[in-house]
């Protein structure tokens, strides 16, 4: 009933919230002479606060209506190109000029791991400018009706593969942190088959290839815990009158209260800057602590089956770097990979993904020539540093779009059936 109580009381709240933000307008009012005391920017500032730290985030906007193509301005247009009951492919369409030359296709597979795509809305704005992006915008599981059947780790396999099929050639697919896995797993087993989709490259950045290596307190959790103390503690049913009704899920709110339980003097200070901020008035500073929060704490839920079976295979079994890694019964062998150029990607500082594990894809994947592979450590930035971020903007992406571009490869289109997914 945990769930339900959580519902209950953000409903019951509610009428608080509304009030609070009532308030809030009144002290702010420049009709107010109290709004021009210390007493009125401090309770205005409060009545904020309060209102932010009891309401529920909703799903972000990426907000990219442009981008600079060879130093001139061209419009984007978001649009769904690929559907499937747990996931939309979205493509960020540039107005190009006609007759310029297309640039390379990127698939940017963005985490699900609690967030929304938008957490990487720095990611597609730094690769704008130099190719097509496209990237998967997974949907929050309480709004999957039980109709639509389960979601698990070889469902997303089969998700990776049956887009890379729908973009079709001289594609470069990147997995951000915890698609990693799934993304090298899909390719080991297009490798395998000999697919003629195959991506060109694969860029992995920050994620959990091999956790064995320097573990951080993510990956201790998960060695101290049984599965059944996570089925048993933390997979709940949705509530009605959502969407998803009786699926069982790993809820949002709990995945954030882990997030934010790992820094959690981080965040009372930030929030307490940020009142600061708002009684001394300086708009700029907390304009900032609202964008960041507004992404940080709008969350999703996972289904149960998809986040148990990527604890039990990545976390505990460690299953892809020993070669034990099954896909429908097949073994996933990265071994296989041969003609995928590999790019990984890490953070110094990463306390989520450790220095090392998303570089052991380096190890595993033995048969990928040595001009066809690099890695690259960014020095001074954490976890959200390896995608976001000015360094990343500086330092990293230009990296991934030269990679791309030196393992770029023009093929006529391929018939390809597509299975699962549909075009939209």
Not at 119 to 142: C, K, M, Q, S
Not at 284 to 312: C, G, S
Not at 384 to 404: D, K, L, M
Request: glycine letters at 6%; a negative charge.
């Amino acid at each position: 009933m945990f769930y339900q109580l959580y519902e209950l009381n953000h409903a019951m709240m509610a009428p608080w919230r509304t009030a609070a933000d009532a308030l809030r307008l009144a002290f702010n009012n420049p009709m107010n002479p109290v709004s021009h005391t210390y007493f009125g920017r401090a309770a205005a500032a409060g009545l904020e606060v309060f209102e932010r730290a009891t309401r529920r985030y909703g799903k972000p906007e990426f907000g990219l209506p442009e981008t600079i193509v060879d130093g001139q301005p061209v419009a984007v247009h978001e649009r769904i190109v690929w559907r499937a009951p747990f996931c939309n492919l979205i493509h960020f369409e540039r107005s190009l000029p006609k007759g310029r030359t297309p640039d390379h296709k990127v698939l940017i597979v963005a985490p699900m791991s609690g967030h929304y795509a938008t957490l990487l809305r720095g990611t597609v704005e730094a690769l704008l400018p130099h190719a097509d992006v496209y990237i998967t915008d997974w949907i929050d599981a309480r709004m999957v009706p039980l109709a639509e059947g389960t979601f698990d780790l070889d469902d997303y396999i089969d998700y990776v593969t049956q887009m890379l099929h729908f973009l079709g050639p001289d594609t470069h697919v990147i997995g951000v942190c915890q698609p990693a896995v799934p993304v090298l797993a899909a390719v080991s087993l297009m490798e395998a088959a000999e697919d003629p989709l195959a991506p060109a490259s694969m860029t992995l950045m920050g994620g959990p290839i091999d956790t064995r290596i320097n573990p951080t307190a993510v990956n201790q959790l998960a060695e101290e815990r049984s599965i059944e103390w996570f089925r048993d503690n933390v997979i709940m049913p949705v509530p009605w009158p959502q969407p998803g009704f009786m699926r069982m899920v790993y809820p949002g709110f709990l995945q954030l209260s882990g997030f934010m339980s790992m820094n959690l003097d981080r965040h009372l200070i930030a929030h307490k800057e940020f009142f600061a901020h708002l009684v001394k008035n300086d708009g700029d500073a907390a304009d900032k602590h609202r964008d960041f929060y507004d992404e940080y704490l709008a969350v999703m839920d996972l289904t149960a089956e998809f986040y148990l079976q990527t604890v039990q295979v990545v976390f505990m079994q460690h299953a892809l770097p020993k070669g034990e890694m099954m896909h429908r019964g097949r073994r996933v062998d990265p071994s296989a990979i041969r003609k995928v150029a590999l790019l990984t990607v890490e953070g110094e500082n990463d306390d989520i993904s450790g220095v090392g594990q998303t570089k052991a894809a380096q190890t595993i994947c033995t048969n990928i020539p040595e001009r066809m592979r690099l890695h690259y450590m960014q020095p001074d930035v954490g976890h959200y540093g390896v995608f976001n971020g000015s360094r990343f903007r500086r330092e990293i992406a230009p990296r991934i779009v030269a990679f791309q571009r030196e393992h770029s490869r023009r093929a006529p289109p391929v018939k390809q059936l597509i299975k699962g997914g549909k075009s939209a």
